[in-house]
């Protein structure tokens, strides 16, 4: 089973979430090197899932979501 995608993590600004290993932001492991990829509730605000198609199964007060490539 895939990991659920939180939709509003406590502090997404410790995290990158370019790939699905969701390295700490001081120590990435992907070999990315350049920093880290910022949740799309920094870049979008709090409703970034509502709009698009994230491939994302969001339930009503659910705070995670499943689906897609994640």
């Excluded at 790939?19 to 409703?47: F, I, W």
Aim: charged content about 30%; glycine content about 18%; hydrophobic content about 25%.
């Amino acid at each position: 089973m895939a990991k659920k995608f939180p939709l509003h993590p406590r502090h997404p600004e410790r995290i990158c979430w370019g790939c699905d290993k969701y390295c700490p932001a001081d120590s990435l492991g992907c070999g990315n090197g350049s920093g880290r990829t910022q949740h799309p509730m920094e870049v979008l605000g709090e409703d970034w899932y509502e709009y698009g198609d994230w491939g994302l199964d969001v339930e009503e007060g659910d705070k995670t979501a499943g689906g897609g490539s994640r």
